[in-house]
């Protein structure tokens, strides 16, 4: 269900939007880094074998193939029926997402940068645009208020993006701190305090892992965006990294979520 409902989504996004069929050989991949298929090594390429709805079986490379993979997706050619070749697709879907995002607007030259400098590696979940205000007394309600909260243009939910991370009740035995980054890692629960979410560490918690950062104008509006990649680590979690899309028009203020980029390009399965 949810894998056809992502390949409905592109679709609809694709055929709907003034973009042309992508038909690019994208030349400069090298700083491009992924998971390999299976063996999960790391490597900046790889050949994946991709099984369409009429069980033709066809090769491509990654990234050099992802204008291809996307059009297919766009005609509806791909639809198998396998678990495995499913995943396959997905996996393929998720990287090309990724190369699309970075190599958009890639010929626009930003006027000005407030991204540079900044330690995404560790950084504060208070810097970047989470929702953090939940003030119900309740702890279940409390949880789902964080869930379903409205926020502010330009805010993210932190339990919509990544549901996974557990948020409990704080207690006067809870030892807490501000929610970080270290070394682009974060594991820990959400403990709801008075001032906000706080964090309790915890090595042995669900968490997140900072793939890359990529710079560049995605949106094409003269500011220096930062492309987070962000991989959830842990038990039962989704193993395909969340594109989120930032920027900052102003130096040392909090980021917002990039508007103009097409949510399907950063949603997750």
């Not at 205000?133 to 339990?159: S, T």
């Not at 560490?201 to 892992?209: E, K, Q, T, V």
């Not at 987070?228 to 038990?235: E, F, K, S, T």
Request: hydrophobic residues 40%; glycine residues 6%.
């Amino acid at each position: 269900m949810k894998f056809n409902f992502l390949f409905s989504v592109v679709f609809i996004f694709i055929s709907t939007s003034v973009v042309p069929l992508y038909s690019l050989v994208y030349a400069d991949n090298e700083h491009f880094t992924f998971a390999m298929p299976f063996s999960g090594e790391k490597g900046n390429k790889y050949e994946l074998d991709l099984t369409f709805r009429d069980n033709q079986v066809k090769k491509f490379n990654i990234p050099q193939d992802c204008g291809q993979i996307i059009n297919d997706v766009n005609y509806g050619m791909s639809n198998p029926i396998n678990i495995l070749d499913r995943k396959l697709w997905r996996k393929a879907i998720n990287d090309c997402r990724y190369v699309m995002m970075v190599h958009q607007h890639e010929d626009v030259s930003p006027q000005t940068d407030f991204i540079t400098g900044y330690d995404f590696y560790n950084a504060r979940l208070t810097d970047l645009p989470f929702a953090q205000k939940c003030v119900a007394e309740d702890n279940e309600e409390f949880i789902q208020q964080c869930k379903k909260q409205q926020v502010e243009e330009g805010k993210l939910l932190i339990a919509s993006y990544f549901p996974f991370l557990e948020i409990v009740k704080s207690d006067d035995s809870i030892m807490t701190e501000d929610c970080q980054f270290k070394n682009g890692l974060f594991r820990g629960r959400l403990i709801r305090t008075s001032d906000g979410i706080r964090c309790q560490p915890d090595r042995r918690a669900n968490g997140l892992r900072l793939l890359s950062v990529d710079v560049g104008d995605f949106n094409s509006d003269g500011f220096l965006d930062a492309l987070l990649r962000i991989m959830p680590i842990g038990r039962g979690v989704s193993r395909f990294p969340v594109l989120i899309p930032l920027t900052r028009f102003e130096e040392n203020s909090s980021f917002s979520v990039c508007e103009g980029i097409a949510p399907e390009l950063m949603s997750d399965f």
